[in-house]
């Protein structure tokens, strides 16, 4: 059956000192991350409607795959929703200040949607990214640290994406994500974009990103300029999504990327091209709805390394 998710409205140890860089059924139920396995490529998809909203109940004649432009027959198809290992990178920097209440709803409001075999861990940055809760599957812990967050210093946000992607390394569960809570107005990290996102590439790790740019309404400096961009690049690399949001809508926003993200399709392919030469490989998703379904749009990590022997 396809079904549309709607919401209803509701309320280890610090980074290394580092000097900054220059300007046919497989009879197999595949998991939801992505891996290349001995000559099985899986995809995690999600699938959203003009509203934003994510769409299940959907089948595998309604998804076409391409490897490097070739189209794939896919060989394995499922839906699940799986236990997650949850990063929240939040951001406590200086002009967060009047939008940090909202902030910590929306935190409150992702784990509402967790399941108790989630893991999750906080990462708060200004001048500086810093491990406030390691790994737990206490949520309850987290949203205990966040209220007594206060805003103050500069941006590090990709030294607080590096710092999150180092815990991620503890959890065992094969679906990961981060999601980031931040104006995106980065002006202090030692690490540059290129760096985080080659790092991300190489992980089965998604991030979703809360943008929240209200307060861009005069004398904006080109960091908070540049911001909406950052977040959306580095999200959409990994099959994840920005969500760009005023204050007030945060706390729905939440809501949706945690029901987004125990809602993805995994798609399975056996490539034409079996060479193992640890090359780049990109992947497009294509989606052909059912007949009286809109237009819809599919979400996935754009490429993948092919093993190397």
Not at 73 to 93: C, H, R, Y
Not at 172 to 191: C, F, H, P, Q
Not at 216 to 225: A, F, I, K, N
Request: with cysteine; glycine share 8%.
């Amino acid at each position: 059956m396809l079904a549309v998710v709607a919401l209803q409205g509701q309320g280890q140890g610090p980074l290394s000192p580092r000097t900054k860089s220059p300007a046919k059924d497989t009879g197999k139920v595949p998991t939801a991350d992505l891996r290349v396995e001995t000559n099985l490529v899986l995809i995690p998809v999600s699938v959203s409607d003009p509203l934003n909203r994510p769409v299940t109940g959907l089948d595998r004649e309604n998804f076409r795959i391409f490897d490097d432009r070739s189209e794939q027959k896919i060989t394995a198809f499922s839906m699940e929703d799986q236990p997650v290992a949850v990063g929240l990178v939040f951001d406590t920097s200086g002009s967060m200040g009047d939008k940090l209440h909202q902030s910590r709803m929306a935190a409150r409001a992702f784990f509402r949607t967790s399941n108790p075999e989630d893991e999750f861990f906080l990462v708060q940055f200004d001048s500086s990214p810093r491990l406030v809760v390691p790994l737990t599957s206490s949520a309850g812990s987290i949203e205990n640290e966040l209220v007594f967050t206060k805003s103050k210093g500069s941006t590090a946000l990709l030294d607080g994406l590096m710092l999150a992607l180092h815990e991620m390394r503890k959890s065992k569960k094969t679906k990961k994500a981060l999601l980031v809570i931040s104006d995106g107005g980065e002006n202090n990290s030692r690490y540059t974009e290129s760096e985080v996102k080659n790092i991300l590439t190489e992980t089965d790790c998604l991030v979703y990103s809360i943008g929240v740019f209200e307060s861009y309404l005069g004398g904006r400096t080109s960091e908070e300029v540049g911001g909406p961009s950052l977040l959306a690049k580095i999200s959409e690399s990994t099959g994840g999504r920005m969500f760009p949001a005023s204050a007030a809508e945060l706390p729905d926003i939440a809501m949706k990327i945690g029901i987004d993200l125990r809602n993805r399709y995994v798609l399975g392919y056996e490539p034409e091209n079996q060479a193992r030469d640890g090359k780049y490989h990109h992947v497009q998703v294509v989606v052909v709805p059912p007949r009286g379904l809109p237009k819809l749009q599919a979400h996935w990590r754009t490429g993948y390394y092919a093993p190397l022997e």
